[in-house]
């Protein structure tokens, strides 16, 4: 099974990043505060990081498990 990355900040770094973990063989969730087409070979889950915790849509939306954070809010 691939490592679950949730990549929050897919913007220009974001993206960069998420294509290499995507290349890596990760499997790529992008947090994103606006709906938006998302880097190469990741989903995109349209949330705000600051209301993760207690977003039931959101949480519902990611894995049940997250191998790895990446954020890359610039």
């Not at 900040?9 to 290499?20: D, F, Q, R, S, Y």
């Amino acid at each position: 099974m691939p490592e679950r990355t949730l990549l929050v900040g897919p913007g220009w770094l974001g993206a960069a990043t998420a294509e290499h973990l995507v290349g890596a063989g990760h499997a790529v969730w992008t947090l994103q505060r606006s709906a938006g087409e998302p880097p190469a070979g990741c989903v995109a889950v349209v949330g705000d990081i600051t209301s993760g915790a207690t977003d039931p849509a959101l949480r519902a939306a990611l894995p049940d498990t997250i191998d790895h954070l990446v954020v890359c809010v610039a």
